[in-house]
């Protein structure tokens, strides 16, 4: 045998091995297949009031986005696994963010708890103090106050096609695997909404 036809046999060969010994529970996303079980429950939910919403054929691992905390301190989407999320980008300047934030608001507060979180970031890049105060004047009381002023996470989305503007959401399992995608604002407190989030809770 030739030695090239040999390394090709062996190529060929580790290709079959991997095929048929790799995990049989992870999906071709790189996420478990509960993830693609879940965005399959989720997909006829989207409608109504949540017919915005983008349900991934093929859900992949989330974006290892990082942002702070109101304290200053450092967190990542990592830090959220084992429960879901529903993470919305937004900021001061966006109409549609101001629209829509009061039902994320009661979202949370009706939702949110150890299996879920609304976890809204704050994009502003200068004025800072400006935040604090728009959550003020809309009445915001349940969302937990994450930013990111170096506008990073809204470019890292950006460049994957989910933020061509703002708010942007994405759902995200308890996996760490992003479900399904929302480009402008929805009606979070709506019925079709609550079913969908309960959805993603459950998976």
Same mark, same amino acid.
């Given at each position: 045998?030739? $030695?090239?036809?040999?390394?090709?046999?062996?190529?060929?060969?580790?290709?079959?091995?991997?095929?048929?010994?790799?995990?049989?529970?992870?999906?071709?996303?790189?996420?478990?297949?509960?993830?693609?079980?879940?965005?399959?429950?989720?997909?006829?939910?989207?409608?109504?009031?949540?017919?915005?919403?983008?349900?991934?054929?093929?859900?992949?691992?989330?974006?290892?986005?990082?942002?702070?905390?109101?304290?200053?301190?450092?967190?990542?989407?990592?830090?959220?696994?084992?429960? *879901?999320?529903?993470?919305?980008?937004?900021?001061?300047?966006?109409?549609?963010?101001?629209?829509?934030? $009061?039902?994320?608001?009661?979202?949370?507060?009706?939702?949110?708890?150890?299996?879920?979180? &609304?976890?809204?970031?704050?994009?502003?890049?200068?004025?800072?103090?400006?935040?604090? *105060?728009?959550?003020?004047?809309?009445? &915001?009381?349940?969302?937990?106050?994450?930013?990111?002023?170096?506008?990073?996470?809204?470019?890292?989305?950006?460049?994957?096609?989910?933020?061509?503007?703002?708010?942007?959401?994405?759902?995200?399992?308890?996996?760490?695997?992003?479900?399904?995608? &929302?480009?402008?604002?929805?009606?979070?407190?709506?019925?079709?909404?609550?079913?969908?989030?309960?959805?993603?809770?459950?998976?």
């Amino acid at each position: 045998m030739a $030695p090239a036809v040999g390394v090709v046999l062996g190529i060929a060969a580790l290709a079959f091995l991997y095929a048929t010994l790799k995990p049989p529970d992870k999906a071709a996303g790189n996420c478990p297949a509960a993830s693609g079980a879940l965005a399959a429950r989720l997909a006829p939910l989207a409608r109504g009031d949540a017919a915005a919403v983008a349900v991934a054929s093929d859900p992949r691992a989330a974006m290892p986005l990082a942002f702070e905390r109101a304290d200053g301190s450092k967190t990542t989407l990592a830090d959220f696994r084992g429960r *879901a999320v529903l993470l919305n980008v937004w900021a001061t300047w966006c109409v549609p963010c101001r629209a829509e934030m $009061p039902a994320l608001d009661r979202l949370q507060a009706e939702k949110g708890g150890k299996d879920f979180e &609304v976890v809204a970031v704050n994009v502003d890049t200068a004025r800072l103090e400006r935040r604090g *105060a728009f959550l003020d004047g809309i009445g &915001v009381k349940a969302l937990a106050r994450y930013a990111d002023p170096s506008g990073d996470a809204f470019e890292t989305l950006r460049k994957d096609g989910k933020a061509l503007g703002l708010p942007v959401s994405l759902l995200i399992d308890k996996d760490g695997c992003e479900v399904a995608a &929302v480009a402008g604002a929805l009606k979070w407190d709506s019925a079709d909404a609550a079913a969908l989030i309960g959805a993603l809770k459950g998976g």
